[in-house]
């Protein structure tokens, strides 16, 4: 069992940034950023795993990084260039099954999920 604690959602303007981190209580072999915005299914945003292998949603790229503090277990996603499309709420996930590697960004793939934290982005 793995839990996964969230922190460092909010409101920006459009344009802004936001930080967002998880802090996982054990090893996992992925780890990962998911959104679902109101009546939408939830979906990849970035992933990592053990390897140090990345996968970035399109939509995303370009705007997004994801990184890991591996001392820490700690997984970040920093947030540039904000749109209000990306107004959701972010939820982190980790899964320890090697097998993770080859589905990075879909949730299907996790077993663990963090609580939540919601990201708003204005106009």
């Known amino acids: 069992q793995v839990h996964l604690v969230e922190s460092g959602g909010g409101s920006v303007q459009a344009g802004g940034s936001l930080r967002l981190s998880c802090a996982a209580s054990?090893?996992?072999?992925?780890m990962g950023w998911f959104r679902q915005g109101l009546g939408k299914e939830r979906e990849g945003v970035a992933t990592?795993?053990?390897?140090?292998?990345?996968r970035i949603a399109d939509s995303v790229k370009g705007r997004f990084t994801i990184s890991q503090d591996n001392a820490k277990n700690t997984l970040y996603l920093e947030m540039t260039s904000l749109k209000p499309e990306d107004t959701a709420i972010y939820y982190c996930?980790?899964?320890?099954?090697?097998?993770?590697?080859?589905?990075?960004?879909?949730?299907?793939?996790?077993?663990?999920w963090g609580q939540g934290t919601q990201v708003t982005v204005s106009s």
């Open positions: 054990g090893p996992t072999s992925c």
């Open positions: 990592i795993n053990s390897g140090g292998n990345i």
């Open positions: 996930a980790a899964d320890g099954r090697s097998y993770c590697w080859y589905f990075q960004l879909s949730p299907r793939t996790y077993a663990y």
